[in-house]
C-alpha cells in the first residue's frame, strides 16, 4: 500500500464503486477512504480490517459508504489465506515465529433454532444431533458444532462410509441355515467393508433375498443375525450395503431442518481443512467452539481425480487430506452451509 502521505484531506467527491475481482479490493478501499477525508489513523485502520467491527468502519466512513466498504472487505478478506494457527518457535522464521495468515474468527450461534437436538435415524438407530451451530466469520460458511460420535453407524461410534458396496451377480454364493453363514467360493468379501454391525441386502437369491446385519466375516464366510435357509450355489446373487453413508445424514438433517435449515451439505476438502488447527494436536482444531471433535479422519465430498473410488478426508489427529476407499472406510464427518 501507498505511503500516508498519499492521502491528505481532500474535498469528500462522489465515488463510483463496481463489484470488482478480489485483487482490485485493497484499491476500492484506498479509493472509499481518500474520498471520504480519511485520516492517517483511519488509513491504518483500514490496513487491518481483515476481521473489521462494524462500529469501527462507521467511525470511517458515511452510513451510505458503510455497506459498499463491507462489500469490499468481505472480498479482500477472501484473499487471504487463514493462519495455520502455530504460535510456538521451533526455528527462526518458521510458522510459529511468523505466524502469517488471517487469524480464524468464529460465532458460536446457540439460542432460537440453533439450541435443543435433532434426531437423525440411520438404519434404525437414532442421534440427536445438537442444533448449535457455528459461523466462520472469515469464510462466511456455517458449521455444525458438534460430530456425531456415538449411537450411528456399524459400530455406534458415528463413523460412516462415503459409498455403496457391492458385489454382483455371482453363482458361487450359498446359505447354511445352522450356522447362519453365507458363503463365497472365491472369497470376494471385503472384511472392511462389511465390518460387524454393518447391514447388507441380498437379491437374485431363491430363498434368502432380504436385509442382514453382519455379526463376523471373513473373506469366504459372513455370519449374520438373521435367520437363512439352506440354499446352493448357482443362483445369481448380488450383495449391497444399505443406508449408512454420510449422504444419507446430510439427507435427513435437511429434512428434520437441522439448526432451522434444510441445505447442509459435506463440504469438500479446501473448506473441511480450514478448520485445521495446527497449534495443538488430538484434535487440531479449536476445541471450545468445536467441543467433542473426533481425532482421527472426517469425509469430504471430494473425490481423488486420479482413482475415482477413493475420495478425500481431513485428519484431525495431526492435519493432512488423505485419500480413502469410499467404500471401505467409515470415518467421522460434519455437515456444513453457505
Not at 82 to 109: N, R
Request: aromatic residues 8%.
Amino acid at each position: 500500500m501507498a505511503d500516508h502521505e498519499d492521502y491528505e484531506d481532500v474535498d469528500p467527491k462522489p465515488v463510483e464503486i463496481h463489484q470488482p475481482a478480489p485483487v482490485e479490493s485493497f484499491k476500492v478501499i484506498q479509493a472509499v477512504a481518500a474520498n471520504l477525508k480519511a485520516t492517517v489513523t483511519q488509513l491504518n485502520l483500514i490496513r487491518t480490517v481483515i476481521q473489521p467491527t462494524e462500529a469501527n468502519l462507521k467511525a470511517i466512513v458515511s452510513v451510505n459508504d458503510f455497506q459498499t466498504l463491507i462489500d469490499e472487505v468481505k472480498l479482500l478478506r477472501n484473499c487471504n489465506l487463514l493462519a495455520t494457527g502455530q504460535a510456538v518457535l521451533f526455528h527462526a522464521g518458521d510458522d510459529g515465529d511468523l505466524e502469517k495468515g488471517v487469524i480464524k474468527s468464529y460465532t458460536i450461534l446457540n439460542l432460537g433454532d440453533y439450541s435443543g437436538t435433532t434426531n437423525i435415524t440411520i438404519n434404525a438407530k437414532i442421534h440427536a444431533l445438537s442444533n448449535n451451530c457455528v459461523k466462520d466469520n472469515n469464510t462466511g460458511l456455517m458449521w455444525a458444532r458438534y460430530v456425531p460420535t456415538a449411537d450411528i453407524g456399524p459400530a455406534t461410534d458415528g463413523k460412516l462410509f462415503c459409498d455403496q458396496w457391492t458385489l454382483l451377480n455371482k453363482i458361487d454364493i450359498k446359505f447354511t441355515q445352522v450356522s447362519q453363514k453365507i458363503n463365497s467360493a472365491a472369497g470376494e468379501f471385503d472384511i472392511l467393508a462389511l465390518c460387524v454391525g454393518r447391514k447388507f441386502t441380498v437379491a437374485g437369491s431363491v430363498s434368502n433375498n432380504g436385509t442382514y446385519t453382519v455379526t463376523a466375516i471373513t473373506a469366504n464366510d459372513i455370519t449374520v443375525a438373521e435367520a437363512l435357509s439352506d440354499e446352493i450355489a448357482g443362483a445369481a446373487v448380488s450383495i449391497a450395503s444399505v443406508d449408512d453413508l454420510v449422504w444419507d445424514f446430510k439427507d435427513q438433517a435437511n429434512t428434520n431442518s437441522l439448526g432451522g435449515h434444510n441445505d447442509w451439505r459435506i463440504p469438500n476438502s479446501f473448506e473441511f481443512s480450514s478448520l485445521l488447527t495446527l497449534g495443538r494436536a488430538n484434535p487440531c482444531i479449536d476445541i471450545a467452539t468445536f467441543p467433542s471433535t473426533p481425532t482421527g479422519r472426517h469425509w469430504t465430498s471430494t473425490t481423488d481425480p486420479g482413482y475415482t473410488v477413493y475420495g478425500f478426508s481431513v485428519d484431525f489427529s495431526r492435519g493432512g487430506i488423505y485419500a480413502a476407499s469410499k467404500t471401505r472406510y467409515k470415518y467421522n464427518f460434519r455437515l456444513v452451509r453457505g
